[in-house]
Structures are given as structure tokens and as C-alpha cells.
């Protein structure tokens, strides 16, 4: 059974820094792609990044250069460290697993984060 756990979401000022955590359970990194999402007030869901089996990432062009995701297969946690936060970077932020190895079809969530940015 996949669960996922996210937490470090806050208030911070525009500029300010956050780390996001995914405790993961059910799912071996070295097989599966996590995935990191947001959504905000009145849009819809969309990508953040990406950290695939093999330890790659990829980022949406919105946080390239800003955020950093990462994994730590001891803890079973992945990450996702966001610095010189925007106001336009508030939204709740979901983790996300992959339903199938090698693949970026991401079939399970976690509750949910929320971040929030003043300016």
C-alpha cells in the first residue's frame, strides 16, 4: 500500500525559504518516479517536479533555478527545497507517486501542504 505524507508547508515572505518533506511508504525509489504538484486558489493542478528512478530531475520552467527536489531512500522521505519564494508560488503542494516502474504516470497522492507567500 502507497502512502504519502507531506509536511513544512507555511507562511513565509516573499524570498524566504521552505522544505517540503514526503514521508513515502510502499514505494522503492530506484523504480519509481515522485512527483511534486500545486494548486492554487481557483487553478488548476500543475506540475512542479520530478525526481525519476534514476535520481534525474526535471522542474517546471515557473521554478527552475528556485526549487531543488531531492530523495533520501534511508529516511524513505523525498524533498523539495524552494528558495527565493514568489507571492505567485502559493498554492497547496502535493507529493506524488508513480502507479508503475519506470513510469511517470502518477496515480497516488498525499494530503497536501499548504505554502503561502507574502509579498
Known amino acids: 500500500q502507497v502512502q504519502l505524507v507531506e509536511s513544512g508547508g507555511g507562511l513565509v515572505q516573499a524570498g524566504g525559504s521552505l522544505r517540503l518533506s514526503c514521508a513515502v511508504s510502499?514505494?522503492?525509489?530506484?523504480?519509481?518516479?515522485m512527483g511534486w504538484f500545486r494548486q492554487a486558489p481557483g487553478k488548476e493542478r500543475e506540475f512542479v517536479a520530478t525526481?525519476?528512478?534514476?535520481?534525474?530531475?526535471s522542474y517546471a520552467d515557473s521554478v527552475k533555478g528556485r526549487f531543488t527536489t531531492s530523495r533520501d531512500s534511508a529516511q524513505n522521505a523525498v524533498f523539495l527545497q524552494m528558495n527565493r519564494l514568489k507571492p505567485e508560488d502559493t498554492a497547496v503542494y502535493y507529493c506524488?507517486?508513480?502507479?508503475?516502474?519506470?513510469?511517470?504516470?502518477?496515480?497516488?497522492w498525499g494530503q497536501g501542504t499548504q505554502v503561502t507567500v507574502s509579498s
Open positions: 506524488a507517486a508513480a502507479g508503475r516502474p519506470y513510469s511517470t504516470d502518477y496515480e497516488f
Open positions: 510502499g514505494r522503492t525509489f530506484s523504480r519509481y518516479a
Open positions: 525526481i525519476y528512478w534514476s535520481g534525474a530531475t
